[in-house]
């Protein structure tokens, strides 16, 4: 599918430790910047992206992000930047190159289609879904609460089409799609780093979802 051209939105204490977040992306149909694209109707369908993706198909990557602290950085008062695996610097819509450093960016996109009215509510809502902890194998603890994202994309003036956070440990609504609408931005993630924790590798695996009732 040739896309428009673009719109802005109106678009025991031990030195290091590890913190790891894997990425899932999930789309169903049933019960500081961003774009904000018009498509063409179509017959009813949601399509979401999370990290690495393919246009309007299934793709089964999850992306890891993480942050190893080093001894210097324990309660450095600072939140620490996450990196990650994520290669997918351009939008799988038009190619525009909405995430210029992947590895430390993950691309959000969605998009909800319907051909009229009937076809369907008028929007779609995407969400995020987080357990309450990271954990480690010998069942130490962060809570997910550690972690928090800013957003961003060049070329737009809007920061809030897929909104910034921070990890609840349970559902969070990020963003409602329109019907005919591809809306997406870059996440960036951050480790809190406000509390000394036993060393160990902490993971977690987060979803991102885009349901249409």
């Known amino acids: 599918m040739r896309a428009p051209n673009r719109v802005k939105a109106p678009r025991r204490l031990l030195p290091t430790r590890s913190v790891a977040v894997l990425l899932l992306c999930g789309a169903q149909l049933g019960a500081a910047w961003a774009w904000s694209i018009e498509v063409s109707p179509a017959p009813r369908r949601v399509f979401l992206h999370v990290g690495n993706g393919s246009a309007w198909a299934n793709n089964p990557s999850i992306n890891l992000v993480q942050v190893s602290v080093s001894a210097a950085q324990l309660l450095s008062g600072a939140a620490l930047p996450m990196t990650g695996n994520s290669t997918q610097a351009t939008s799988l819509l038009d190619n525009w190159l909405t995430c210029p450093t992947p590895a430390s960016q993950v691309l959000i996109g969605a998009s909800y289609r319907r051909s009229n009215r009937g076809d369907g509510p008028a929007s779609a809502t995407l969400s995020v879904n987080s357990p309450a902890y990271l954990s480690t194998p010998g069942g130490d603890t962060i809570p997910f609460s550690q972690i928090s994202w800013t957003v961003a994309a060049p070329g737009s003036p809007r920061p809030d089409v897929i909104r910034a956070g921070t ?21 960036s993630f951050f480790f809190a780093n406000s509390a000394l924790r036993a060393a160990g590798t902490y993971g977690g695996r987060v979803t991102y979802t885009l349901s249409s009732p």
């Open 167 to 187: 990890f609840s440990g349970a559902s969070q609504t990020l963003a409602t799609v329109p019907a005919n609408r591809y809306i997406e931005n870059c996440h």
